[in-house]
């Protein structure tokens, strides 16, 4: 069964800093793109950031860009969000996804993980 | 970047009823469409890709179309579990840009 658990998440001063991480199982992790999703408590889903199946294209949010840091370890089937300079609007449950289809360049996300909470306050 | 506009921002129908979501692009994105369903207290689950083909395990009520920069996501019978807030992503290119959300409900 394909399956991805997020950790990592907990409270973090402003200006702090957190790395998430995202183990995957059941499917061969070094063949799709992956990515991270966030939901602000009550709100919807905000696109983070992207990283292609080799690990050798990254793509962030405008909101993030500068202050986070996707990057995968393929051997050990990892993904992970460096998260620097956090901000109170940085609170959200962050979610990896799986891409749908092997090697693709475009790609919806087919396999969610359950969510790590990420809190933001002083 | 382009934006995605969904709409309506909630809706509430009766059983056995059709329901019509729709997004638009601001800018042409090919069919690089995905349609997700995120029931309350879940995780987002993937419903269509590519504008109008279902993910496989998806009950076939569920189904998508697109008119050029315009994509519907369509539930025909309406079911209790169908419950959720629907969400449309565009993946052409980064940013992948979510739509505001749908929550439906039932009448």
């Known amino acids: 069964e394909e399956q991805l658990l997020a950790s990592g998440g907990g409270l973090v001063q402003p200006g702090g800093s957190l790395r998430l991480s995202c183990a995957a199982s059941g499917f061969a992790f070094s063949t799709y793109g992956m990515t991270w999703v966030r939901q602000a408590p009550g709100r919807g889903l905000e696109w983070v950031s992207l990283i292609s199946y080799g690990g050798g294209s990254t793509y962030y949010a405008d909101s993030v860009k500068g202050r986070f840091t996707i990057s995968r370890d393929n051997p050990k089937n990892t993904l992970f969000l460096q998260m620097n300079s956090l901000r109170v609007e940085d609170t959200a449950v962050y979610y990896c996804?799986?891409?749908?289809?092997?090697?693709?360049?475009?790609?919806?996300?087919?396999?969610w993980g359950q969510g790590t909470v990420v809190t933001v306050s002083s | 970047d382009i934006q995605m506009t969904q709409s309506p921002s909630s809706l509430s129908a009766s059983i056995g009823d059709r329901v019509t979501i729709t997004c638009r692009a601001s800018?042409?994105?090919?069919?690089?469409l995905a349609w997700y369903q995120q029931k309350p207290g879940k995780v987002p689950k993937l419903l269509i890709y590519a504008a109008s083909t279902l993910q496989s395990g998806v009950p076939s009520r569920f189904s998508g179309s697109e008119s050029g920069t315009d994509f519907t996501l369509t539930i025909n019978s309406l079911q209790p579990e169908d419950v959720a807030t629907y969400y449309c992503?565009?993946?052409?290119?980064?940013?992948?840009?979510f739509g505001g959300g749908t929550k439906v409900e039932i009448k």
């Open positions: 992503q565009k993946y052409d290119s980064a940013p992948l840009t």
């Open positions: 800018q042409g994105i090919s069919n690089y």
């Open positions: 996804a799986k891409g749908s289809r092997v090697s693709a360049r475009r790609d919806a996300f087919d396999i």
